[in-house]
Each structure stands twice: as C-alpha cells, then as structure tokens.
DNA sequence: GGCTGGAGCGC
DNA sequence: CGTCGCCGAGGCGCTCCAGCC
C-alpha cells in the first residue's frame, strides 16, 4: 500500500510510506530498471573546546552536495571539480560570543562563497537540518563522520534540545535524544539517520588500504589523490582563530576543502559502488556494509548459503558474551565463575596462527627469489573442505590442536568451500576483466573491487576464529593455521631437498630462497621449476613467484629491507621495500626515519661494497649529530606520533 | 634479569 | 506513545619499550 506521507500517520519525512504486511510480500523485481541515482552531501566540521563544560561545540559547518551519482558505475573526476568549486554552503557562528570579523560579516552579507553567518550554535545546527531536509540527501559523507562529527552533532542537538532532531534522518523519531546519546552502548549515529547512508571516509578507507599508515585529510588526499595540501589546522579548532579575518577565512576554506576532499576520497575508491557490490554479494543490509562490519557480512553471506542447502539446517544461535556466560555456567554447575576482564584492546592468542622462520640474518648481495601462497587460508579451506558441514566441531571443542583430523576425503563439498570457490572465481573474473581494461582509472578502480573481494574471503577465516560471530568455530580456525604451518613447512623443506635451495626467511605464507645467481633467466627458472613443483602436490594451494630482489637486508624477524626488481624482463630498475623496521613506523621521529632511511639506500646501493656504505652510514651519522648539536634541525623532525 | 602489558607493525 | 532489544569489535606472531619485582 502506497500511502501519501501526510495523509497517513506521520512515520518518516519522506514524500510516500509503503507499508507491507507481511515480508513474504516482497520479492525482487525481474527486469529492474536500474538502481536511480543518487544524492551525495558531504558535510564537515569544525568544533571549538567549551572553556568551562570542556565540551566539543560546533563553530563550522560546511557542505558540498553532489547530485545525481550513480551506486553503480564510478564518478568521472570531472563532476566532482565541478561540485568542488561550488560549496552548497558553509555557515559559521561567533565563538565566545565575540562578534565575527567585519570582512566575514561583508563576505556573508554578500554571499560570497555561499557562506551564511547565523547568531549561535543553536541556529546553526537548525541551519544545519534545514538543509539536510531540503536537499534530502541519500548518502551524507565526511571524513571520521561516525567516530567524530555526526557523533558531536547529535551530542549537540541533544544539549541545545533541537526541535525535530531527527530531520537529520528521514524517519520521524520523537526518542529522546539526551537519553540516547547519554547511555553508554556504541554509536547512535546510523541510528538517528535512519533511511540515509552513512558513507565515512575514514572508516571506508581503512579498509579498502588497509597498507595505509597515515589516514588524516592530508595524508589519503596526497597518496591517493595525488594533492598535496597546505600544513592545515586539526577538526578542533582553537577561538583565537574566530577573531581575525585571515585565520577564519583559512578555517572555512579548510572546512570545504575537508568536505571536498572526503568526497573525492570516496569516488576514488568507489566506495559507494563497491560497498553495493560488497553488500550484493553478502545479502546484508548496505549501511552496515559502510559501517564496515565484516563479521556481520561474513555472516550474512553464510545465512544465504545455508538457507539454499538440503537438508535444511538450523543456523547456529548468535550469543552474546552473556548468552555465552550463562551456557558455560549451565554446562559446569559446580565451578567457580571465572571473572575475566574483558578489556577493550586485544586479548591474548586463543590459538597458534601463522609460522614465522628465523631469519638467516644479514645483507644478500645476489638474486633473493620470494614465493608466497595465494591467499592461503581461504585455499587450504577449498583444498581440505574445512567445514561446520564436513566435520563434528563440538565433538572437538576441547580438544588439543594434534586431535583435530581433517576431514574424509571424498565428502561433498562444504558450505564454506563453496563460498570461497564463488568468490576466488568472481575474482578472477575481476582481473580478467582489468587486464584488458586500457583506462587506467578503471583499472584502479577494478584493482579496488578485486582486493574487496579478497578480503572478504580472507575475513572469512578471521571470523571462525572471533568469539562474537555466529559462526565462530576455534577448531575449524585452529585446524586451518595448523594445515598453513604445514604447508610451509612442506614447501620449505621441498625447496632445501629437492632444489638444494638455501631458505633464508618465511613468514605465514611465504618464503624467500637466497640463490647466488646473478643471472635473472637463472632466477626465473629456479622459481618456476620451484612453483611447479609446488602445485602439483594441489588441488587448490597454489603458490607463485612474488618477487625478486637485488639485494635484500635481513635483520629480523618482520623486520627486512631490500632491493624489488620491478620488472623481470627490466632487472636493472629496482624498488625499495621496507618492512618492519623503524622508518616504516610513526612511533619514531622523523628525523630518525631519514637516517635509518639514508643507512637502508647505502646498504642496499648496487655501486657500494659493504664497507663504503658503512663508511657513509658513518659520516652521515657524524653530520646529522653536528647538525642536531647546533640546532640546525627543525622542530618538526623530532615530533612523534604514539597513541596512548 | 625475567615477567607483563601496550603499541604498532607483518602476514 | 514509550519500552524492549541491550548488540555494535575478523585472527595470531613478533619486536620494542616501559614498568614492576
């Protein structure tokens, strides 16, 4: 029943209701027309500290809406300039009740730039829903929206107590807000925007790069956006800043440009596409998805597969840590209730992962051949049919890892075989699609979807082994590290009796074989007769040649640096790769990681004998330490990063 | 010197 | 109209550091 939104009770801010009686009435249209386009508003902030109360406040608001944008097919770069240069609005208020600048009280006066002063934070947060309800955004869109902004926003609609708060979203909530951002459970964010998704940049690119270290505005815009950005001020901004024309001028070109910027950020990771994909692909529910909750995609994606099998079964009941409690308390009436305190970071290993060899340290000046397994847990679940449906996993529950057995050869294939076969195929199927792609940023974009795809099935293992999940199942997680432990092993010792190969490291996956050749066709060989020899013991396991290097530093476990050859038929061009070791990590200074940089490129230089690079290593020591001493370093050198 | 816990990496 | 539900979080291995006994 379709009813028009006035005329029947008043349930969301919406022009139509549908109201459906029963979900069986629902089915999937044949035939769809195609999803219609979306309504993208990105929004930022900027908050000023309370002196007294000590609260965040809103001082700055700034939103760029972007029309018209399609959840399938990705944003050419040239609509998103386009809705740049024009900022729908951005309003600002006075801080500490101290009048604006004259010049911004002129620039508003005249609405250049579309900015709008209005007189305190309450008028600015009704500001702030007017808009939304007039533009009536389906995606709202900022950078870190849900971990910061959107989560003070309503904290501030509470405080000031908005009239109709939940205009944010598009379903009419008369909740008390005070009270719902007061409790203490999670995030109400995605809540009080009911009926809009809720697309953070942050969240987003986390897990799409997840090799990123730095995800600030500045650092994404200029590793993926190819924009280096003026040295800017944080989302925090300080009121002395509200009291010169320059410095508030800066502050809302920032706020623009953040809001800009997470648009861009979003297109050029196809986050609304791929999260649809992502989502298709799961059959859960698409805000979820930007959430980024992957145990609940996993779990989704293995509801489905389960409603399809015959003989229907019943679906493991989800429990929460009480539920889990109370069972364990059933089960063993007698024993003392262990209080474990559950702590917020992680908590000690439950069970052996990944092996790790002990690196033959030192500094290799000839070919190091890298050989890595292809996703490697998802296919040793392919290959053994690890499964709930191939095995008894309550019968070894509390078993010792060396009780567990593989299941029967010859058993039909298990739930999550088949799941993890469907997505290596998609895939495949991704990849070759991009290798005959000529546009480059599509390829990029189908090099996104296909590392999705990837890590939903590698997140498929991780949530056998999360107590949370509904299909959290230790004996299945233990086994499958177990069988990669050995399958490296396997590998390793293959290589050292079969190729008198001299493994020097190897780490979960991987193995790296120094040869002493010198002579690339040599190299090649060795590794494809190495990897041959390797696949043909497997069915699914597959292991492939991930790299060769020059030269290579090896001084600790994860801890290495070498010398990549980027191209096997261009041996002489050469890429730096760093793991592990200080300059790859924010916990030290910048100065520190330019030296340790600076011994890394000696010791690794082709032109430079071991002694010489030292000898450098040295000197630069030396210079540096004067340079330290006289103060010649900039501040900025020393700062560093370490969350507490 | 051994132990523990936290942070931040690697896979 | 308010209450109820009380969730919401992929894994382990390793090094390095601080702090404690």
């Known amino acids: 029943t379709l009813f028009r939104s006035k005329l029947c009770e008043r349930i969301a801010y919406t022009k139509f209701v549908v109201r459906v009686d029963s979900p069986e009435k629902i089915c999937v249209m044949k035939d769809q027309p195609g999803a219609p386009p979306l309504t993208v508003l990105a929004l930022s902030f900027k908050m000023v500290l309370h002196p007294k109360t000590n609260q965040h406040e809103i001082a700055v608001v700034a939103g760029v809406l972007m029309p018209e944008v399609s959840s399938s097919t990705p944003v050419e770069s040239g609509m998103i300039m386009h809705a740049a240069s024009a900022p729908n609005f951005v309003a600002v208020r006075p801080v500490n009740h101290k009048p604006v600048p004259i010049g911004i009280q002129e620039q508003a006066r005249t609405k250049t730039g579309g900015l709008e002063l209005v007189p305190n934070e309450q008028a600015l947060l009704n500001f702030v829903l007017a808009k939304v309800m007039k533009l009536d955004p389906d995606v709202i869109l900022g950078h870190d929206l849900t971990g910061f902004g959107l989560d003070v926003f309503l904290n501030r609609l509470a405080s000031c107590k908005t009239r109709d708060w939940s205009r944010i979203g598009r379903l009419i909530q008369r909740k008390d807000l005070n009270a719902m951002v007061k409790s203490k459970l999670g995030n109400h964010v995605p809540d009080a925007l009911a009926g809009r998704l809720v697309l953070d940049t942050l969240v987003s690119a986390k897990e799409l790069c997840p090799r990123e270290k730095d995800y600030s505005i500045p650092a994404l815009a200029e590793s993926l956006l190819n924009r280096k950005l003026h040295p800017r001020t944080d989302a925090l901004a300080t009121p002395i800043a509200f009291e010169y024309e320059q410095t508030l001028n800066a502050l809302l070109r920032e706020c623009v440009q953040d809001a800009e910027i997470s648009l861009q950020l979003s297109n050029t990771l196809s986050v609304l596409p791929l999260s649809r994909q992502l989502t298709s692909l799961s059959g859960n529910v698409w805000s979820k998805t930007l959430r980024g909750a992957r145990a609940e995609r996993i779990e989704f994606l293995l509801c489905h597969e389960l409603a399809l099998i015959k003989p229907k079964l019943l679906l493991p009941d989800k429990l929460s840590k009480y539920d889990r409690k109370a069972l364990e308390a059933a089960s063993n009436p007698g024993s003392a209730i262990v209080q474990t305190e559950e702590k917020a970071g992680r908590r000690k290993p439950q069970y052996a992962g990944g092996l790790v060899l002990e690196p033959k340290k030192g ?64 895939r495949r199927a991704v990849k070759a699609v991009m290798k005959k792609e000529q546009d480059a940023a599509k390829v990029k974009q189908l090099d996104i979807r296909q590392l999705a795809i990837k890590l939903t099935a590698n997140s498929l293992y991780g949530c056998l082994g999360f107590e949370n ?109 760093v793991k592990g070791l200080d300059l790859v990590r924010h916990d030290w200074c910048g100065l520190s990681r330019m030296v340790s940089s600076f011994a890394v490129d000696q010791l690794l230089s082709k032109d430079l004998s071991a002694d010489d690079a030292i000898g450098n290593v040295l000197t630069n020591l030396d210079f540096i330490a004067n340079q330290v001493m006289t103060n010649q370093i900039a501040l900025q050198q020393y700062i560093i990063t370490r969350s507490l």
Request: charged share 30%; net charge negative; hydrophobic share 40%.
């Open 469 to 577: 999940s509904r299909f959290f199942a230790r004996p299945l997680a233990q086994l499958i590290t177990l069988q990669g432990r050995e399958t490296l092993q396997r590998t390793i010792d293959l290589a050292r009796d079969s190729f008198n190969a001299e493994v020097i490291y190897g780490d979960t996956d991987s193995l790296f074989v120094y040869t002493g050749l010198e002579d690339m066709m040599k190299v090649r060989a060795l590794g494809t007769e190495l990897k041959r020899e390797v696949n043909k013991r497997y069915k699914t396991l597959e292991i492939e040649i991930d790299a060769v290097y020059a030269r290579m530093l090896l001084l600790k476990k994860k801890k290495y640096a070498a010398m990549k050859v980027a191209s096997l038929n261009e041996p002489q061009n050469l890429v730096r790769e």
């Open 363 to 426: 500094l290799y000046d000839r070919y190091v051949l890298q050989l890595d397994f292809n996703s490697l847990y998802p296919s040793i679940i392919q290959e053994y049919n690890i499964c709930f449906t191939t095995m008894d996993v309550d019968a070894m529950k509390n078993k010792a890892e060396d009780e567990i057995e593989l299941p029967e050869a010859g058993l039909a294939e298990g739930v999550l075989p088949r799941v993890l076969r469907r997505l290596v195929e998609q």
